[in-house]
């Protein structure tokens, strides 16, 4: 069995601070790890994915991952937060079957 | 590419209504995976094809849910009878490689009143 929990269904941070999403896993493969975004009204989009590369993975807008085995998390981060991250934010897990198990999201929010 | 297409972005029905939603893939993808987004239970999984044949659909929730893939470039998933508890955003996916990230669809925005 796998799944994925994200802790805190909403983070608030203002523009400029540190932009940190927690992700939990729990699977018996070895998993692939993935970050999506989803802003108001669209699909989701792949920010970063871990496929047991480089467990630093960097992805599009700024935004970077670790792949961190002994604590079994895949953390989102962007050193400076821009308006124009408030959005959704999904973490994602496939295990053996390959079919990917999302997390419930987390809501990001940027003050001015 | 133009991405993955869903039509139409939004549909209002009556309970009891079919509903029909449409999906173009990505050109050259294998898969196709449908979607149904809610606040209360998130993403599910509804149903994935694989060339066209569907390999898994124990997400679909009832007998009311059926899906298709009629050829490479689309596929629908249909309702009938719909009811309020169907109203969701439902999403399109697809992917060249199993397990290497989806391109998601802008989603249908399904309200059944």
């Known amino acids: 069995a796998q799944s994925v929990t994200q802790l805190g269904s909403h983070v608030s941070v203002s523009e400029g601070a540190l932009v940190l999403l927690r992700c939990n896993y729990s699977s018996s493969v070895p998993p692939y790890l993935f970050w999506y975004v989803q802003y108001p009204n669209q699909g989701l989009q792949l920010l970063l994915k871990y496929t047991s590369a480089a467990t630093l993975v960097k992805g599009i807008n700024g935004f970077e991952a670790e792949f961190k085995k002994s604590e079994t998390s895949f953390h989102l981060t962007k050193p400076s937060a821009h308006m124009s991250d408030a959005a959704e934010y999904f973490c994602a897990l496939s295990g053996g079957s390959y079919i990917p198990t999302f997390g419930r999201g987390t809501s990001l929010i940027v003050h001015p | 590419d133009a991405g993955v297409i869903q039509s139409p972005r939004h549909e209002v029905t009556e309970m009891g209504q079919e509903v029909t939603l449409r999906c173009k893939p990505i050109s050259g993808h294998d898969y196709l995976f449908w979607y149904r987004q809610t606040m209360m239970r998130g993403l599910e999984l509804l149903i994935y094809f694989n060339n066209n044949v569907p390999i898994d659909d124990s997400g679909m929730p009832e007998d009311r849910f059926s899906a298709k893939m009629p050829n490479a470039s689309f596929s629908t998933l249909k309702i009938q009878p719909s009811e309020p508890r169907d109203s969701a955003v439902y999403f399109c996916?697809?992917?060249?490689?199993?397990?290497?990230?989806?391109?998601f669809g802008s989603g249908t925005r399904l309200t059944v009143v």
């Open positions: 996916a697809s992917s060249g490689k199993l397990g290497l990230g989806y391109t």
